[in-house]
């Protein structure tokens, strides 16, 4: 396990501070994206990691989204360039699954970045074989316990997986459910459901949240108002079948 600081926002992020950390070895890093404005917000998100980070960018290929199934030939192109880790630049889960599938049928060894929203689907879509391994950006599993899960984080997921009858729980509602807590603890603090009243207060208040961790706020210099919830990132990957969270980040955000 490891908690670390990073400079960035950005999910994946949370990766390269610990490979760096944890895989000294990785040294070069390529890009598969999509096509769009997302695409290129990822693109630049990741430059500005690597770099930070001490990685270099080995090559930047760009895909249609939704029209592309065929990833052989950028693939290809990439893997000529030797990187050590591939990023699959936050596609989409069914994308996502048929690159690494096909990454593993071209014979890939490297490591893999991967968003992992949904892990089930590159199970799925890509396999057993293809998915071990991979790391996972945007994704836990409450089940992979103390240090890294806390039992309220534990408590969490088992109340959702019973309210909404769902196996996998999303990254995100955690989240939301911090976030929620938050504003319903400066509500009744201030016995006030005046919107000024309780944004004012919500900018000066900080609380418990699942993970164990103390909210803050960030984000005045990255957004010119310092509104961020900053909250830590989970660092996960895909063994034998299963997702293991292996790492948490705090991030930083100016």
């Known amino acids: 396990a490891v908690e670390k600081r990073m400079m960035s926002d950005v999910p994946y992020g949370a990766f390269y501070s610990y ?9 070069k890093v390529a890009l598969l994206a999509i096509n769009d404005a997302t695409g290129y917000a990822v693109v630049k998100d990741v430059k500005a990691i690597a770099k930070e980070k001490g990685f270099e960018i080995t090559t930047i290929e760009f ?13 290809t192109k990439i893997m000529a360039t030797e ?7 936050s596609a989409t889960p069914g994308d996502e699954g048929l690159i690494l599938k096909q990454l593993y049928e071209l014979g890939w060894n490297g490591v893999t970045i991967a968003a992992g929203q949904v892990p089930g689907v590159l199970l ?3 396999g057993k074989e293809a998915t071990n391994g991979v790391y996972l950006a945007q994704t836990l599993n409450y089940e ?3 240090p890294i899960i806390t ?34 603890q400066v509500m009744e603090k201030e016995d006030s459901l005046d919107t000024t009243i309780v944004r004012d207060a919500l900018e000066k208040y900080n609380w418990k949240l699942l ?10 210099k990255t957004y010119g ?6 909250t830590p990132v989970f660092v996960s990957q895909i063994r034998d079948g299963k997702v293991v969270t292996i790492g948490k980040v705090i991030p930083e955000v100016p």
């Open 19 to 27: 490979a760096k950390e944890n895989l000294p070895k990785l040294k």
């Open 63 to 75: 895909y249609d989204r939704g029209t592309t199934t065929d990833f052989y030939p950028f693939l």
């Open 83 to 89: 990187p050590d880790i591939f990023d699959t630049g």
């Open 124 to 126: 799925e879509v890509a």
């Open 144 to 146: 992979s316990g103390p």
């Open 151 to 184: 039992p309220e984080q534990e408590k969490f997921a088992e109340d959702y997986r019973k309210t909404f009858n769902e196996e996998e729980v999303p990254m995100l509602s955690e989240k939301v459910y911090d976030m929620a807590m938050g504003l319903f």
């Open 211 to 220: 993970n164990g961790s103390m909210s803050r706020w960030g984000g005045k």
């Open 225 to 230: 108002i310092d509104h961020q919830l900053i």
